[in-house]
């Protein structure tokens, strides 16, 4: 039975050599002495963690993907759809906010809970818009209703060429809930 070895390691186009019964290692091996040369793509030769050699096969370690320098320091070399878009988000934010708490009332136990589900929905439905390259930050402040006066502010330090916000207030008879939507660019 004849094994199929890497002769040598690269993610593009590798030389593979079926070889016959041998008694010299493979990298003393000369080319000439192999049965036959074939070529193969692979996209992992080695796992990072483990010194074993990767086959071509779906069993292996998967290989950490690594992304290239691409030079572009701003969203506007993305394309038209790719900088922080505040009206888009301010939609998502008031139709969220209708949505979960239009006759909701006001419960100690359960405010926690309800402001990291609302945190956690904004956070799907503003990726979903296609934001890769921003960082999002959101914030929700809900609180007890009963006649005081409240005030949440923001200070941020940023590039105000490429990064933005949205916010949106919702309240009814017995609470009020304020969320904001922080999109920071990074390269």
């Not at 030389?15 to 003393?28: G, Q």
């Not at 074939?38 to 990767?54: G, K, L, N, R, W």
Request: hydrophobic share 30%; charged share 25%; net charge negative.
């Amino acid at each position: 039975m004849t094994q199929l070895s890497l002769a040598q390691q690269c993610s593009a186009e590798v030389e593979c050599r079926m070889r016959s019964p041998c008694s010299l290692p493979l990298d003393t091996q000369p080319l000439d002495s192999c049965d036959s040369v074939q070529t193969h793509s692979i996209y992992s030769a080695t796992s990072p963690f483990m010194d074993e050699q990767v086959s071509n096969s779906y069993n292996g370690p998967m290989k950490e993907i690594i992304y290239e320098n691409t030079y572009i320091t701003g969203p506007a070399g993305y394309g038209e759809g790719a900088k922080f878009q505040r009206g888009k988000v301010q939609d998502i934010l008031r139709a969220a906010l209708k949505e979960r708490m239009e006759k909701q009332q006001y419960d100690p136990v359960k405010a926690a809970q309800i402001s990291k589900h609302i945190a956690e929905d904004l956070r799907e439905k503003v990726k979903a818009l296609g934001y890769e390259r921003y960082k999002l930050v959101i914030q929700v402040t809900l609180g007890q209703k009963k006649g005081q006066a409240m005030r949440i502010v923001s200070r941020c330090l940023w590039d105000t060429n490429t990064d933005n916000f949205a916010s949106e207030y919702y309240e009814n008879d017995s609470l009020y809930c304020v969320c904001q939507v922080f999109g920071l660019y990074y390269e």
